[in-house]
């Protein structure tokens, strides 16, 4: 049986397979990992895997704001639309730097943090997403929206039609 969902922590959700990034590189290579990734946002990390950044489409959305409707769907989009997202945001963008667009005031959350914490922090801080870090900020995963819904939704009781 699931456990109760207040007793759940983050780390009991979070996504464990995470696609980071790497200050230096650039935008075009981002754009290529989210789409490769199917993903809407990256982890910005530095060599000893802390969390140093977070780069999401809205941080493209930001200096291309023409394209606003195309990326905020990329994350349900199909490959043609992705290539062709990814083909025109490197055309104007790609040569700068993760560092130059990523958000860096990073809102993150422990392992150990109950999900009512982790959706309340979500909600004040207006994120959909949190990287969830150790004491020396080492990213150990992602917690979504979407993980503390499907957490909600597996701890619900069972209904008999």
């Given at each position: 049986m699931?456990?109760?969902?207040y007793e ?20 075009h ?6 789409a ?8 910005v990390v530095?060599?000893q895997?802390?969390?140093v950044?977070?780069l999401?489409t809205s941080?493209?959305?930001e200096?291309t704001?023409d394209?606003d409707?195309?990326?905020t769907?990329?994350?349900?989009a ?6 062709a997202c990814l083909?025109r945001?490197?055309?104007s ?7 130059e667009l990523m958000?860096?005031?990073v809102?993150?959350?422990g392992p150990d ?7 309340s922090r979500?909600?004040r801080e207006?994120?959909h997403?949190l ?10 995963g992602?917690?979504s ?8 939704v597996?701890?619900?009781?069972a209904?008999?039609?």
């Amino acid at each position: 049986m699931a456990k109760d969902v207040y007793e759940r922590r983050a780390k009991d959700v979070m996504s464990r397979d995470l696609v980071t990034i790497d200050a230096k590189d650039s935008a075009h290579d981002a754009l290529q990992l989210m789409a490769e990734n199917k993903v809407a946002a990256l982890p910005v990390v530095d060599r000893q895997s802390r969390c140093v950044g977070f780069l999401s489409t809205s941080d493209f959305v930001e200096v291309t704001r023409d394209m606003d409707a195309g990326l905020t769907e990329l994350e349900n989009a199909d490959e043609p639309l992705w290539g062709a997202c990814l083909e025109r945001l490197s055309d104007s963008i790609g040569h700068q730097s993760v560092t130059e667009l990523m958000s860096e005031s990073v809102v993150s959350i422990g392992p150990d943090a109950p999900l009512f914490e982790v959706a309340s922090r979500m909600l004040r801080e207006h994120v959909h997403r949190l990287p969830v870090v150790d004491s020396n900020d080492r990213l150990l995963g992602i917690i979504s929206m979407t993980d503390i819904l499907a957490a909600f939704v597996e701890c619900a009781p069972a209904r008999t039609a």
